[in-house]
């Protein structure tokens, strides 16, 4: 065996591999392999060097297992629609400075401040561009006061670029539609809140929010779930400090008064707190009405009505 076959047969395969369309120029034969550690192309019968010093078009770095690769690609950040570019555009830095670090000349230095002020304008260079960074700017806002997760802020994002292709923008105020973006994203990923809370933060109406979604749903053409009281029982009972041995009791009761018909037409966060209300007392967790009103944001007339309809209609013996 030639010393050449000894070495190619201790090379891993990422460093040698077979070069099936070249052939040897000394004696014809197409068994030639590439060694990209040394940067040659070698004929494995009869040693020559076809090639060296080759481009090594591969990463810098090496990796030995599937994960560490997959940790070390460096292929660029994915898409993101919270973006008005999608981050797919790049960006001339405020610094002054070249690659060595060094101040640039005073002439260079006017050279990239019209670079860089033409980079600006190219990227907001139409009345859609400008509308999605005034648009997507406030969402982050909103999305950050109410602590909505960066899922839910992609989605609404998604359904806010969908809105602005039907056109909506012209009849609807940016505030109006990035609020009514993000309550539907809410709600198709069950993750609702009230229209109450938007309509806080967002600085609108309730009926204006109301009236937003409404016509947001109706021309994008969205599958958007009705939201149920269980969605509401983790998020209540968190801000309540109750266990999950109430928010647990209070999903099955809510579970029985869906199978009895209790729910349908009522508001669903009504219903939550009462359920809510009386898991606690069930698991000796008391809440006041007033605590749980506060929380759910109903009335404690709510709270108290839902509790009888339960109480009344399932037959559940509690102790006042």
Known sequence: MSDIEIERRTKTNEDISFC?????????????????TRGEIICNDCGLVI????VDTG??????TAEERKKRDRVGSPMNYSIHDKGLSTIIGPENRDSYGNNLAPRRRAEIYRLRKWQRRT???????????QALSELDRLASQMGIPKSIKEEAAIIYRKALEKKMSRSTS?????????????????IPRTLDEIAEKSHISK?????????????????????????????????LGLSVSVSS??????????EAGITAGKDPTGMAAAALYIAGILEDERRTQRE??????VTEVTVRNRYKELVKYLQIAVAT
Request: net charge positive; hydrophobic share 40%.
């Open 20 to 36: 099936r369309e070249i052939r040897c120029n000394e004696c014809g034969s197409l068994n030639v392999v590439c060694d990209d």
């Open 51 to 54: 090639e060296e010093h080759m």
């Open 59 to 64: 990463p810098e770095w090496r990796s030995y």
């Open 123 to 133: 990227r907001t260079h139409s009345s859609r561009d400008r509308n999605l960074i």
């Open 174 to 190: 940016i505030e109006s539609l990035v609020a009514a973006s993000l309550y539907a994203a809410c709600r198709i990923r069950q």
């Open 207 to 239: 009926k204006q929010l109301g009236q937003a979604f409404r016509l947001l749903a109706r021309r994008v053409n969205m599958s958007i779930p009705l939201s149920t009281p269980i969605d509401f029982i983790p998020r209540f009972a968190n801000d």
């Open 249 to 258: 009791r209070a999903k099955k009761l809510l579970k029985k008064a869906k």
């Open 292 to 297: 749980i009103a506060r929380v759910a944001r």
